[in-house]
């Protein structure tokens, strides 16, 4: 029997990631939009996994198992307490009004034109699930994280993947191919498919037993 789990949020980006992770698993999956839900959670947290945390409790109020997810996007090139720096507001950068996808490429577009060109970034995700009254979380090490790094650029692809514009302006630092062309699926040395393939393994397990999920 399927399991119905809701996946907070309206980014078709975010709700393929998790159908695919979870595939071998008897899930059937639900959007915001499937539930005509238009309420949204106060987001007030410090870090990824606050936030996520925040936003699968609130949604719990709605569905009985949940998932959520939280990104912070970091530049190596910039100090963490630069106004400059993403951090969690990467749609809504410097605390401004909230960016559609073309808006985040053009204003990334400049912000790294403007510090030569190509800078290395990373992304801190944070997972909460609400299963049963209960919130769990999962979250990657930010060292870890820092390991998964890649270059955003000045120049975007002409492809775009929505709900994630930023795959337009990224490249795998290795093959230099766009994350819209596959790089971020590309992986040229064996230690860095250890570090991607490992985290995939752990957050997929948290996922698995934190909602109770059987096999297909």
Known sequence: MEKEILIGTTNPSKV????EMLSGYAVRFYTLKDLNITEEPEENG???EENA????SFYGRY???????????????LP?????????????????RRLDDEEMIGYYSELVRSLGGKVTAYYLDGIAVFYQGQVSTFV?????????????????SKERKPGWPLDSLSLNR???????????????TQKEEIIVGGYRERMVRFLAEALRLERR
């Open 46 to 48: 410090s870090t990824p």
């Open 63 to 77: 569905f009985d198992a949940v998932i959520c997810n939280d990104s912070g996007l970091y530049i190596k090139e």
């Open 16 to 19: 393929g990631r998790f159908a």
């Open 53 to 56: 945390r925040q936003k699968a």
């Open 80 to 96: 963490l307490e630069d106004e400059r720096q993403p951090g969690l507001h990467i749609r809504t950068p410097g605390g401004g």
């Open 174 to 188: 290795n093959t230099l191919t766009y994350f819209t062309e596959g790089g971020n699926n590309q992986y040229d």
């Open 140 to 156: 990657e090490p930010e060292g870890a994280a820092s390991e998964s790094a890649f270059y955003l650029v000045d120049q975007p």
